[in-house]
Nanobody
């Protein structure tokens, strides 16, 4: 199983980025709960957004109202639209696919997001 994250980069405060995560090797992608986490050096990984297999979404307080998670099961992909970015959003963003009841939990390799003027 591979989760290939892309779309990171350098953006000015107030700008937007759209992250993508393409899954391969996963059978029945639609049965997985998907999520995005982020991590900065010296800090724990923070769960920022999730979308369930039933398309219910949740967000951390730090990104609520600015980030939006979506999925396309036909493409086996999940997306994170990030608006009104702040320097505090600077981190490596990781994609996650989980089917905990079946013992599956996969992580992608991460994509760097840097918010700076």
């Amino acid at each position: 199983v591979q989760l290939q994250a892309s779309g990171g980069g350098l953006v000015q405060p107030g700008g937007s980025l759209r992250l993508s995560c393409a899954a391969s090797g996963i059978i029945f992608f639609s049965t997985y709960d998907m999520g995005w986490c982020r991590q900065t050096p010296g800090k724990q990984r923070e769960l920022v957004a999730t979308i369930s297999r039933g398309n219910s979404t949740s967000y951390s307080d730090s990104v609520k109202g600015r980030f939006s998670i979506s999925r396309d099961n036909t493409k086996k992909a999940v997306y994170l639209q990030m608006n009104t970015l702040k320097p505090g959003d600077t981190a490596v963003y990781y994609c996650n696919a989980a089917a905990i009841s079946r013992g599956y939990n996969y992580w992608g390799q991460g994509t760097q997001v840097t918010v700076s003027s």
